[in-house]
């Protein structure tokens, strides 16, 4: 999908970070006492989509990536998009309202419905381009065959192109929203401790509500890699586009 090298590395080590912190969130509870203690079972599975996610980006950047079964993946994403909706439906989180639960968690199944458009829209590209030359690229519905030194492999035209262009800044929304939610916690966490008043709550949990690690400290590092998880996003769909 990328052929900048250099952005491509870029891109490969941030979801790798992001996959990595996701899969150890995803663990089972710790023992009482420790930095992830008391997580449900909804957070470590929301942690687990979001590893499985960053992993499956970090496939896609490259040319090789493209080529895996892109129907699974879809499949998979959309289910996931889904989950995160009815978990916050059926949750039961204490202080916690539908409408709250929903407000954390649409984003989560955004960003898993975009996976499954990207997917679904990238589907075969690079393959078949490869077989058949820039005359094959041109004439696939919706593809369009990148000018000589551009950082994409392909590109969308068209709606989808457009649709890119509408995901690519909501992510990029997404992405500065997280990042300072996340920074601020950082900062107001030895502040509030400093002060006396107990633990800081955790921000967004990644599943249904706002304690997916509360007090446990591991707030802002949920949040900022929320943030940076939406940016790789935003950036992959402005190429795309």
């Known amino acids: 999908m990328i052929a900048a090298v250099g952005l491509k590395w870029l891109l490969t080590v941030l979801f790798s970070a992001v996959a990595g912190y996701a899969l150890w969130r995803a663990l089972p509870v710790r023992p009482a006492g420790t930095a992830a203690a008391g997580q449900s079972a909804l957070d470590r599975t929301a942690h687990a989509l979001h590893a499985v996610m960053a992993v499956a980006m970090g496939v896609m950047v490259w040319p090789w990536g493209m080529r895996l079964p892109a129907l699974p993946q879809v499949v998979f994403f959309s289910l996931a998009a889904v989950w995160f909706l009815v978990a916050a439906l059926f949750a039961r989180t204490p202080g916690e309202g539908v409408p709250r639960r929903l407000g954390h968690a649409v984003p989560h199944a955004l960003a898993m419905a975009a996976m499954a458009w990207m997917l679904a829209a990238m589907d075969g590209g690079p393959a078949q381009a490869a077989g058949g030359g820039a005359a094959q690229m041109a004439d696939m519905p919706g593809m369009d065959m990148p000018a000589p030194g551009s950082t994409a492999t392909m590109t969308l035209r068209g709606g989808g192109a457009q649709t890119a262009v509408v995901l690519a800044v909501a992510f990029l929304a997404l992405a500065l929203w997280w990042l300072a939610k996340g920074f601020d916690l950082a900062r107001s966490g030895p502040r509030l401790a400093a002060a006396g008043e107990g633990p800081v709550p955790a921000g967004e949990g ?28 935003s950036v992959m769909l402005a190429v795309l586009a």
């Open 206 to 233: 990644p599943a249904t509500a706002g304690g997916g690690a509360s007090g446990s400290g591991l707030g802002a590092y949920d949040l900022s890699c929320h943030g940076v998880m939406a940016l790789g996003m």
